[in-house]
């Protein structure tokens, strides 16, 4: 039995959008009979008390999950060893670069933008020790390939560029996506379920998989909500938070409602809607979500609609 996830970021109140993406997570895992487990990211930008309220509002619309909530701030050792492992093979190297220095040396010819175009990847041992001097050391993979292709649900076979991404820090901190995969390998993760926003980090993260041993993970890259300004939704829109939700009236039942609906899916429980969850039937557009009573009260008072 394979396993599928929900992992948040404790930086702040989840909004409908991430409740959306959780909903859909529990609903591709328990439709295909495997576990869901709530892994809680906080390597990074983690708020106090943030953690708490998330997995409150998650409980809150119903969801329920595996086993015990695990954190990332627990696992260190692990991401340890999987760069140590890295490191043996010669498949690390030092990189002093700033994002200024990336930018302003641009990628080579046929790269991808953004791509890092390789400046620390042949230092000497001496040039090396005279960049330590000078600024912490970030540790990058030397990649072996340009691209990677995973398969996704909803995108089909998707392939993405690899490049010599970062897998720690230079402030020791294991990058993002070392720890994703490190953390999806030892949990036994075959089933990765996230905003689509995530899709083009998907292939660095399969071969990094792959690199380490791992199964690679099936993917579902899913539709993100974006507020009436076509913008990822965020807590300013108003009213996209159960908190905020709360004060107008609208408990958690109702809200899941309106996530469920979006979804063109059964709105009275979970269990009815995951009784005829079909991934191929899901909505493949973003979800616009205008149902803020502020907004609708400030369109009506707007001079060309009176
Ligand atoms: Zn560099």
């Known amino acids: 039995m394979g396993a599928g996830r929900f992992a948040p970021s404790p930086s702040g109140e989840l909004h409908l959008g991430n409740l959306r993406t959780a909903i859909l997570a529990w609903l591709f895992a328990r439709s295909t009979q495997r576990e869901f487990l709530m892994r809680v990211e906080d390597l990074d930008r983690a708020r106090a008390g943030a953690e708490e309220l998330q997995l409150a509002d998650l409980r809150a619309i119903g969801l329920d999950w595996d086993g015990p909530t695990v954190r990332q701030s627990d696992r260190m050792p692990l991401y340890s060893e999987a760069i140590d492992d890295l490191r043996s093979r010669n498949l690390l190297f030092e990189c002093y670069c700033t994002r200024r220095d990336i930018a302003e040396a641009g990628s080579a010819p046929h790269a991808a933008p953004g791509t890092y175009p390789g400046t620390c990847r042949d230092l000497t041992e001496s040039e090396r020790e005279a960049k330590r001097t000078m600024r912490p050391a970030a540790l990058r993979l030397r990649s072996e390939t340009t691209d990677f ?13 690899v490049d010599d991404f970062v897998v720690l820090r230079n402030d020791g901190v294991p990058a993002y996506n070392l720890a994703v995969v490190v953390d999806d390998g030892a949990q036994g993760i075959d089933q990765v379920v996230r905003g689509d926003d995530l899709l083009s980090s998907a292939p660095r993260q399969a071969y990094l998989a792959e690199l380490l041993g791992y199964t690679v993970p099936g993917y579902a890259h899913v539709p993100l909500a974006l507020n009436a300004e076509g913008k990822r939704l965020a807590k300013r829109d ?14 958690p ?5 309106m996530m469920l609906c979006s979804l063109d899916l059964p709105t009275t429980s979970l269990d009815a809607a995951l009784a005829v969850f079909d991934p191929t039937l899901l909505p493949t557009e973003p979800w616009v979500f205008t149902t803020d009573p502020g907004e609708k009260r400030r369109m009506r008072l707007a001079p060309e609609n009176r």
């Open 238 to 251: 108003g009213s996209v938070t159960l908190g905020q939700l709360a004060e107008h009236g609208v408990g």
């Open 149 to 161: 292709t995973v398969t996704d649900v909803l995108h089909g076979q998707f392939t993405g560029v």
């Open 253 to 257: 039942e109702e809200a899941r409602s």
